[in-house]
């Protein structure tokens, strides 16, 4: 048997040593939680999304009584970033959450299903997005969606190739 070995480099520094735009994009997904409507997990999760034309986009968990029918932050920014401007690429993305109020110490990860619509998106533009996963202890920056979902199922994967 062989083995496939996959090299996925993830950097992790503090918000002070990322560039400006970077951190103005953490302070915003920070700033997001305020937004969030999470009576029932009490985990309120900012996201903020950089368009190519330097534009902000913004979003929030939204929870439901009836759970599923909640959202995550990543999809309510990035759907409402397509809502609204599809016509610009999504160049990064920055992730905050709070615990009960109290900022996460570890950077917080998107979910399983977040990572799939992000995926979409690096697909549909044809572009990497940057991922900005923020805790106090620091700043994990990730390059491209395909590094949070390596081996996934994109367009391209229902196309027969012989
Ligand atoms: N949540 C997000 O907003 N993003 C994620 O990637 C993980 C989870 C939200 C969903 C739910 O409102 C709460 O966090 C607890 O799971």
């Avoid at 690429?89 to 799939?116: D, E, F, H, M, W």
Wanted: aromatic residues 6%; glycine residues 6%; charged residues 20%.
């Amino acid at each position: 048997m062989k083995t496939l070995e996959l090299k996925i480099e993830i950097g992790f520094c503090s918000v002070d040593e990322l560039k400006e735009a970077d951190r103005e994009l953490v302070e915003a997904a920070r700033q997001a939680t305020a937004n969030s409507y999470s009576p029932y997990s009490h985990f309120s999760v900012g996201a903020a999304l950089r368009l190519s034309d330097g534009e902000i986009i913004i979003g929030a968990n939204q929870e439901n009584a009836a759970f599923p029918s909640g959202l995550c932050a990543e999809r309510t920014a990035m759907f409402a970033a397509q809502a609204q401007c599809p016509s610009q690429s999504v160049v990064a993305l920055a992730i905050a959450a709070k615990n009960n109020g109290v900022p996460t110490a570890r950077p917080v990860a998107p979910c399983g299903a977040c990572r799939q619509s992000l995926i979409e998106i690096e697909e549909r533009y044809k572009r990497p997005m940057k991922v900005l996963l923020c805790g106090t202890e620091g700043v994990y920056i990730v390059n491209s969606v395909k590094d949070l979902l390596p081996l996934s199922f994109i367009g391209d994967s229902m196309i027969e190739t012989l």
